[in-house]
């Protein structure tokens, strides 16, 4: 079986939904960004497909949109989704096609435009959400404070004092890797209708801890609720990609792909599912938690990751280095992708090492990845 290595990562930056400057740009003007940058340099003629994950985008395969964009006529497309984790599940299937040999090269990832997705009906019924479970009181699939936020909170005993000074984290750390220029080797900008856009816009320099613990609960009508817009994460733009190959075609490689593993728990354990996805992503490559140098665990609400570093006994400060969710923001079909990409441009700014990046997904589910990036 050959590897399969990431010879490129490229995202772009994130755009705040509905507000920011990337509020009339489309989820294809995003994709066909980014993969046209991802496939910069390559042989158009080993890309075997292109395979990018959509949330709520109307049921077309803005893949294969890209593909075409991109110089790739010969190329097809594929929509895939798996709620919050479907930009990471693009980059797995990816990875498993090239492993199994069924292709060389495959662009993978995630595209996200809160701001201009399209309003869909049903029967003609008015503004219709696809659900991500049966509904259900203690896990409303329509309310993810409840359901991913909240429950995870209670079930692991996190304070609503821990979870603000998580979030205030997570801006500090995304502002100084901004300032830092941290990101600059994995984003490229976009045009829009509102002019360049070069770096990320969520995150908050002037929030604090004052600031946060005067957000009011979401639901203050549930005695003792902790979740606030501050603790929770943002509603965003972006897109995000990687560069799938066999390791047999000589390209310099970026990282090696170890391994992946999705779960499922009942929909109100939601926000539980990286503390399964980790271990089992891990043993599939024969590591152990104390063989991983970064963590990016999404923060869709800062419960999530503080319950996985509690449960699983990680190191806080190998969580989340460039900030997350509660800072960066949540472009929910892009996210899993940002992260890989992030993983890998940190890790090879530190001299290398083994990154795992997990997230949980509506309807119960969770995901992780195993990466390793080679020393220099």
């Given at each position: 079986m050959s590897e399969a290595v990431l010879v490129a990562a490229l995202r772009t930056p994130i755009g705040t939904a509905f507000k920011g400057s990337l509020r009339d740009t489309t989820a294809y003007?995003?994709?066909?960004?980014?993969?046209?940058?991802?496939?910069?340099?390559?042989?158009?003629?080993?890309?075997?497909?292109?395979?990018?994950a959509e949330s709520h985008y109307g049921g077309g395969v803005v893949a294969r949109h890209a593909a075409l964009t991109a110089g790739l006529?010969?190329?097809?497309?594929?929509?895939?989704?798996?709620?919050?984790?479907?930009?990471?599940?693009?980059?797995?299937?990816?990875?498993?096609?090239?492993?199994?040999?069924?292709?060389?090269?495959?662009?993978?990832?995630?595209v996200n435009s809160a701001s201009t997705a399209p309003r869909l009906s049903f029967g003609g019924a008015g503004k219709w959400v696809p659900?991500?479970?049966?509904?259900?009181?203690?896990?409303p699939n329509l309310d993810m404070?409840?359901?991913?936020?909240?429950?995870?909170?209670?079930?692991?005993?996190?304070?609503?004092?821990?979870?603000?000074?998580?979030?205030?984290?997570?801006?500090?750390?995304?502002?100084?890797?901004l300032?830092?220029?941290?990101?600059?080797?994995?984003?490229?900008?976009?045009?829009?209708?509102?002019?360049?856009?070069?770096?990320?816009?969520?995150?908050?320099?002037?929030?604090?801890?004052?600031?946060?613990?005067?957000?009011?609960?979401?639901h203050p009508e549930i005695e003792g609720f902790s979740i606030t817009a501050g603790n929770a994460c943002g509603a965003n733009d972006a897109a995000a990609a990687v560069a799938v190959a066999d390791e047999r075609?000589?390209?310099?490689?970026?990282?090696?792909?170890?391994?992946?593993?999705?779960?499922a728990l009942d929909p109100a354990e939601t926000g539980l599912t990286p503390v399964h996805a980790i271990p089992k992503a891990l043993q599939r490559?024969?590591?152990?938690?104390?063989?991983?140098?970064?963590?990016?665990?999404?923060?869709?609400?800062a419960s999530v990751p503080v319950t996985a570093i509690r449960r699983l006994g990680l190191d806080p400060e190998t969580v989340n280095v460039n900030g997350s969710g509660c800072s960066l923001g949540h472009p929910v079909a892009a996210?899993?992708?940002?992260?890989?990409?992030?993983?890998?441009?940190?890790?090879?700014?530190?001299?290398?090492?083994?990154?795992?990046?997990?997230?949980?997904?509506?309807?119960g589910m969770g995901s992780a990845l195993v990466l390793e990036v080679p020393a220099p």
């Open positions: 003007d995003l994709a066909d960004r980014v993969v046209t940058a991802v496939a910069e340099g390559l042989d158009p003629g080993l890309v075997d497909d292109v395979v990018l006529p010969q190329v097809p497309g594929l929509a895939l989704n798996r709620h919050c984790a479907a930009g990471l599940s693009a980059v797995q299937t990816a990875a498993a096609s090239v492993r199994a040999g069924m292709d060389r090269l495959v662009l993978a990832g995630g659900p991500s479970h049966p509904d259900r009181p203690d896990a404070s409840i359901t991913v936020g909240w429950n995870t909170a209670v079930r692991a005993g996190i304070s609503r004092e821990e979870m603000d000074a998580w979030a205030l984290r997570s801006h500090r750390n995304a502002v100084r890797a300032d830092e220029g941290r990101f600059k080797a994995e984003t490229v900008p976009v045009d829009t209708p509102h002019g360049p856009f070069e770096a990320d816009e969520h995150p908050r320099r002037d929030t604090s801890a004052e600031k946060l613990a005067a957000l009011k609960p979401l075609l000589g390209l310099p490689a970026l990282a090696t792909v170890r391994s992946w593993a999705s779960v490559a024969g590591m152990a938690v104390s063989d991983v140098d970064l963590f990016e665990i999404n923060e869709a609400f996210t899993g992708a940002r992260m890989i990409v992030t993983l890998v441009h940190e890790l090879r700014r530190r001299g290398g090492g083994v990154g795992v990046a997990s997230m949980c997904a509506g309807g």
